[in-house]
């Protein structure tokens, strides 16, 4: 009789133990469509940002990301630093998980075996249902990590690749109270997700691995993720200054980026933590309309605001109130009216 292989029982112990893990798997329409953002966005006429509006204390979430807006820059960064073989397993990267084990056996360091898929099957897991997937303070028990085992598995038979990085890239925590990829890149680089070159993709891959870690830690892992990017697209990432080229007559790869100036780059971009200033124009509006918009308040509102006439308003007012200060002036309003339509297209209140 044929023995089975150690797959083959592990398949089995985690089917028997765990399946009751996988009962209930979101659709990833339905992760979508479920995904709240922390703020409300208030929108001009033109779909401009005029303000965000803090609406959740407890996070920081932005708005839901496709993966086609994130940069590919980004997406290379993740998978180098997470999971190189994402393309190529169905959810469990068993070469690493041998990998960990003869690691384990032998007391030696190991790259871990939690694939993305693993990854986002805690993520999506409730944190306050009993036996939940979601790691602790003390890391994940066995049972938790086969129960991601199992999960991953019904993730990848159900859901498309892309799906499973565009859902991952927008609820895995970064630093703090910062979540998802919108949040972080707005925060923290002060641009869109789309536009994130390869330096600060390689920051924010090192976030994933250690949300809370110093910035020299930070900085270190970042070199070490932009060292596997640069063979990976065979370009040294923009902006790096390169090593000098090896005088060789063998024929060589790409120059390997160093790595120079990354710790300050790393230290000053953490120290950020709000969105543009520009993102907050019309505070008075937004208050007023999202406590008229009901629960839970809405992603986003549109407006009639021209963003360029509020500016102007805004700016009007504060040089008004400078100049008559010295008469004892501290407050004014500014109201702009569409005679013909009667539409708001400015408001800056006192």
């Keep these: 009789m044929k023995r089975p292989s150690l797959r083959s029982l592990a398949a089995l112990i985690l089917i028997a133990g765990h399946g009751h893990c996988a009962l209930g798997m979101p659709s990833f329409d339905a992760v979508k469509s479920g995904f709240q953002p922390s703020d409300t966005l208030i929108l001009d006429r033109q779909g401009e940002v005029v303000q965000r509006l803090r609406t959740d204390a407890t996070v920081r979430r932005g708005q839901w990301v496709a993966l086609g807006d994130v940069s590919p820059a980004l997406r290379t960064a993740l998978v180098l630093s997470e999971d190189r073989r994402f393309y190529e ?33 805690g993520l999506l897991d409730d944190p306050d249902t009993p036996g939940s997937l979601r790691a602790s303070t003390g890391g994940r028990s066995v049972a938790q990590k086969l129960g991601q085992a199992v999960v991953a598995q019904r993730l990848e038979a159900s859901w498309r690749k892309d799906q499973i990085l565009e859902a991952y890239l927008n609820l895995v925590p970064f630093r703090g109270e910062t979540v998802g990829v919108d949040a972080l890149s707005r925060t923290v680089f002060g641009k869109a997700a789309h536009g994130l070159d390869e330096r600060e993709a390689a920051v924010t891959a090192a976030l994933v691995r250690a949300p809370n870690a110093a910035a020299a830690r930070v900085a270190q892992r970042a070199c070490g993720v932009l060292q596997a990017m640069a063979p990976a697209t065979g370009t040294v990432p923009k902006g790096t200054p390169a090593k000098p080229p090896v005088p060789t007559t063998a024929a060589v790869g790409p120059a390997l980026p160093d790595c120079t100036g990354l710790d300050l780059f790393v230290a000053a971009a953490l120290q950020r933590r709000d969105y543009a200033a520009s993102e907050g124009i019309a505070p008075h509006l937004a208050r007023r309309l999202v406590a008229s918009a009901g629960t839970p308040p809405p992603r986003h509102i549109a407006t009639s605001l021209d963003a360029s006439l509020q500016r102007f308003a805004q700016q009007t007012l504060q040089r008004h109130l400078r100049e008559l200060r010295g008469r004892h002036v501290e407050d004014g309003a500014v109201l702009v009216l569409d005679n013909a339509s009667g539409e708001v297209l400015a408001w800056v209140g006192s």
Excluded: F, Y
Aim: proline share 0%; hydrophobic share 45%.
């Design 89 to 121: 397993h169905s959810g469990v990267d068993w070469r690493a998980v041998s990998a960990a084990a003869w690691g384990n056996l032998w007391n030696t360091r190991t790259r871990g075996a939690s694939t993305l898929t693993m990854q986002l099957a």
